[in-house]
């Protein structure tokens, strides 16, 4: 698969499902607490500086945002959830979006949980791995911001996240660019099963 055709595109950020696009290619979904390196991994992806909006305002990331990668691959990423200053029917709705969106986005082929390598899994981590599970969706962590610790913290927290989510861990860093052919051949995979 061409990950660089510079055909890379935001097509919609959905609100709610009634936005949610009528297309039909594979849907990898992205998710994670805000400032975790979401949208810098995407553009990592794709070698591009700009597609996803990096160091965007917590209060801005509460829509799906679709972004077309190929004509084959749509990456989906989830709002930033988990932050202590939402209210209650901020976070309700939050649920309803990822609920809808699960129940009804057949093409959704796969979940990425991406983790910052300094902290180990949230609450709504965990939340969405069950969301996960019960879509019956694969799913891997990957965690980011490795260059911001040394290679034994590094060992020693994919280990523990190995053994907490039992799911596979690969990593990145939007700094060092470490770990984009690996997490491409992953997605990859899941598009072509
Ligand atoms: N050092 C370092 N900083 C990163 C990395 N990835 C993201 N950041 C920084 O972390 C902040 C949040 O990144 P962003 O991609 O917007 O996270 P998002 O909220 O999950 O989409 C920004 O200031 C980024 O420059 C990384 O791999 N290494
Ligand atoms: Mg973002």
Partial sequence: MNWETGLARLVV?????????????????????SNVGKSSL???????????YVGQTPGKTRMLNFYQITEQLMLV??????FANRSMQEQINYGILMDSYFTMRKQCK??????????????DDKLM???????KLPYAIIVTKTDKVGAQMKAKQIKALKEESSSLVLSFSAVSKEGIEEIRELIERWVSS
Wanted: glycine content about 10%; hydrophobic content about 45%.
């Fill in 77 to 82: 990423d989830a709002p930033g959830y988990g």
């Fill in 42 to 52: 995407i553009n990592g992806l794709v070698n591009r500086k700009n597609l996803a």
């Fill in 110 to 123: 796969a979940v990425l949980l991406v983790v910052d390598i300094r902290r180990g899994l949230c609450e």
């Fill in 13 to 33: 950020s959905a609100p709610t499902n009634a936005s949610f696009p009528a297309t039909q290619m594979a849907e990898i979904v992205m998710a994670g607490k």
């Fill in 129 to 135: 791995i069950g969301f996960a599970k019960e879509s």
